[in-house]
């Protein structure tokens, strides 16, 4: 299990997760089947090697943008039986495939490279009118022939030598993988997106970053070899994290993250937000509480809704809400306050790297809001169904609580300088850690000098456990205590 956390002045602005067992596949590039052709649909079954087919669908691409869209190919030229270069634009969901583009796109710090779109385009966060024409002629004479371009927001004050090495590393990239889909003798995964890690700093690495710290050598060690590559400014900026104390507890990350989970975002103020997500869209109502520093309600209301902006955007991204968002401010009699709500939140959601329209207020106060899905929301990354009230509620999953786990022995460990750990904890969560050898390395490695035993008990509720590093505690260990590795 990966994680990647941004914060700003210790609060949590983004926050991404990954397993091992459940790569993400969206960036994918395969060489697929056709397997069934819907003419009168433009799309087509495609397999990729996966349990379920992809869906293929002529007007499919991976970056959201309506001047792209209009350049892309109007007809689907397959067959049932060929073989096609496709990329994943979306993840697997229920018994839905992903979904497919031939339209390929390969993001790199500072370009979207295009190959087979004949396309130049600056990202709109770029304003500065000589930049654009800049990086626009930059663009048109470097684009490969019959393809394109996407400048990124870094490009703001990014280096034209470093843009021009990029653009020629995204080149050989799509040269290898033509070659490969060539070579490739039926169905092939021919490009995977890299780990979570290198994707998260090449997306929010810029010059406001201060500090990169990794709590693993190694990852260390190549995510510096990576930034000399893009942009030797940078590489030093990375640290290692070599400390007693676990990384989530010494930055907050674990409480702050634990909230995400929660209906109830408390607003500075004493308002609250209370999120609540269906099969159709997310609804998220905006409440008062006990705030009442206006002269009047109608100032108080207004006070509330603005400072309510600034927490929607922050968890739209950090829960990595898509689809369709339905916000019900507190409801206002001044158009002009309408207006002013309306237009923060629209300022407030312009931080957000994936795109986010966000609509007029209409007559009952709704505001709707339609943000790109990317991944999986992360909430269902975190939570699964608990089996006792057949999928109406939700538990956190046994990584969630491993993650959680490794943090409080670590800082047992830490704070006590005992060398031997007894934790209490549910039955199932115990069998699912030793499975998955989630501290396999951590017990080779940091621990390989300290023993942690597990003991099943029923009373421990599914997020709970209970640490006691004490070494004479293993005079009376049960017969049910399993030794971790």
């Given at each position: 299990m990966s994680s990647v956390s941004l914060l700003e002045e210790g609060r949590l602005i983004e926050f991404h997760i990954e397993y091992k067992e459940n790569n993400r596949l969206t960036g994918n590039i395969y060489k697929g089947k056709v397997e069934n052709v819907l003419h009168g649909l433009e799309s087509a079954f495609v397999n990729i090697g996966r349990g379920r087919?992809?869906?293929?669908?002529?007007?499919?691409?991976?970056?959201?943008?309506?001047?792209?869209?209009?350049?892309?190919?109007?007809?689907?030229?397959?067959?049932?039986?060929?073989?096609?270069?496709?990329?994943?634009?979306?993840?697997?969901?229920?018994?839905?495939?992903?979904?497919?583009?031939?339209?390929?796109?390969?993001?790199?710090?500072?370009?979207?490279?295009?190959?087979?779109?004949?396309?130049?385009?600056i990202s709109n966060k770029i304003t500065d009118a000589s930049r654009r024409e800049m990086l626009t002629k930059l663009l048109q004479k470097h684009k490969p022939a019959g393809g394109g371009l996407i400048a990124r927001t870094v490009c703001i004050d990014a280096k034209k030598k470093d843009i021009l090495a990029e653009i020629k590393r995204m080149q050989a990239l799509y040269e290898k993988i033509r070659a490969d889909f060539e070579k490739a003798q039926g169905?092939?995964?021919?490009?995977?997106?890299?780990?979570?890690?290198?994707?998260?700093?090449?997306?929010?690495?810029?010059?406001?970053?201060?500090?990169?710290?990794?709590?693993?050598?190694?990852?260390?060690?190549?995510?510096?070899?990576?930034?000399?590559?893009?942009?030797?400014?940078?590489?030093?900026?990375?640290?290692?994290?070599?400390?007693?104390?676990?990384?989530?507890?010494?930055?907050?990350?674990?409480?702050?993250?634990?909230?995400?989970?929660?209906?109830?975002?408390?607003?500075?103020?004493?308002?609250?937000?209370?999120?609540?997500?269906?099969?159709?869209?997310?609804?998220?109502?905006?409440?008062?509480?006990?705030?009442?520093?206006?002269?009047?309600?109608?100032?108080?209301?207004?006070?509330?809704?603005?400072?309510?902006?600034?927490?929607?955007?922050?968890?739209?991204?950090?829960?990595?809400?898509?689809?369709?968002?339905?916000?019900?401010?507190?409801?206002?009699?001044?158009?002009?306050?309408?207006?002013?709500?309306?237009?923060?939140?629209?300022?407030?959601?312009?931080?957000?790297?994936?795109?986010?329209?966000?609509?007029?207020?209409?007559?009952?106060?709704?505001?709707?809001?339609?943000?790109?899905?990317?991944?999986?929301?992360?909430?269902?990354?975190?939570?699964?169904?608990?089996?006792?009230?057949?999928?109406?509620?939700?538990?956190?999953?046994?990584?969630?609580v491993a993650r959680k786990l490794r943090a409080a022995v670590t800082r047992a460990f830490a704070d006590t300088g005992c060398e031997n750990a007894i934790v209490q904890i549910g039955a199932g969560v115990m069998d699912a850690i030793f499975a998955s050898r989630y501290f396999a390395s951590i017990c080779a490695n940091e621990w390989k000098n300290k023993r942690v035993y597990l003991v099943p008990n029923s009373q421990v509720r599914p997020l709970g456990f209970v640490v006691s590093a004490n070494d004479d505690a293993f005079l009376n260990l049960p017969t049910t205590a399993r030794l971790l590795y």
């Amino acid at each position: 299990m990966s994680s990647v956390s941004l914060l700003e002045e210790g609060r949590l602005i983004e926050f991404h997760i990954e397993y091992k067992e459940n790569n993400r596949l969206t960036g994918n590039i395969y060489k697929g089947k056709v397997e069934n052709v819907l003419h009168g649909l433009e799309s087509a079954f495609v397999n990729i090697g996966r349990g379920r087919n992809g869906f293929l669908y002529v007007g499919e691409t991976l970056d959201d943008r309506a001047d792209l869209r209009s350049v892309v190919p109007g007809a689907l030229d397959v067959q049932a039986g060929d073989y096609v270069m496709v990329q994943v634009t979306k993840e697997e969901v229920g018994q839905k495939g992903a979904r497919l583009t031939e339209n390929i796109s390969l993001p790199g710090r500072y370009v979207v490279f295009l190959p087979n779109i004949d396309f130049v385009g600056i990202s709109n966060k770029i304003t500065d009118a000589s930049r654009r024409e800049m990086l626009t002629k930059l663009l048109q004479k470097h684009k490969p022939a019959g393809g394109g371009l996407i400048a990124r927001t870094v490009c703001i004050d990014a280096k034209k030598k470093d843009i021009l090495a990029e653009i020629k590393r995204m080149q050989a990239l799509y040269e290898k993988i033509r070659a490969d889909f060539e070579k490739a003798q039926g169905i092939a995964l021919l490009h995977n997106e890299d780990d979570l890690v290198y994707r998260s700093v090449r997306d929010m690495l810029g010059g406001e970053v201060e500090r990169i710290i990794c709590n693993n050598a190694e990852t260390v060690q190549k995510l510096k070899n990576r930034l000399k590559e893009m942009d030797s400014d940078f590489s030093h900026k990375v640290e290692y994290y070599d400390s007693a104390y676990d990384l989530w507890d010494v930055f907050g990350i674990g409480q702050q993250v634990d909230k995400l989970l929660e209906r109830r975002v408390a607003l500075p103020s004493g308002g609250s937000l209370v999120v609540d997500r269906t099969e159709a869209l997310t609804a998220i109502d905006v409440n008062s509480g006990g705030f009442t520093a206006g002269a009047d309600h109608e100032e108080t209301v207004y006070l509330t809704n603005m400072e309510a902006t600034k927490e929607i955007a922050r968890q739209l991204q950090l829960r990595n809400i898509g689809g369709i968002i339905v916000v019900d401010f507190i409801d206002m009699l001044n158009a002009e306050h309408k207006t002013a709500v309306v237009e923060a939140l629209r300022e407030e959601v312009l931080r957000d790297r994936i795109k986010t329209r966000v609509q007029d207020m209409t007559q009952l106060g709704l505001v709707e809001i339609t943000r790109k899905k990317v991944g999986k929301e992360l909430s269902t990354k975190l939570l699964e169904p608990c089996a006792h009230c057949k999928g109406s509620g939700s538990v956190p999953n046994a990584y969630y609580v491993a993650r959680k786990l490794r943090a409080a022995v670590t800082r047992a460990f830490a704070d006590t300088g005992c060398e031997n750990a007894i934790v209490q904890i549910g039955a199932g969560v115990m069998d699912a850690i030793f499975a998955s050898r989630y501290f396999a390395s951590i017990c080779a490695n940091e621990w390989k000098n300290k023993r942690v035993y597990l003991v099943p008990n029923s009373q421990v509720r599914p997020l709970g456990f209970v640490v006691s590093a004490n070494d004479d505690a293993f005079l009376n260990l049960p017969t049910t205590a399993r030794l971790l590795y």
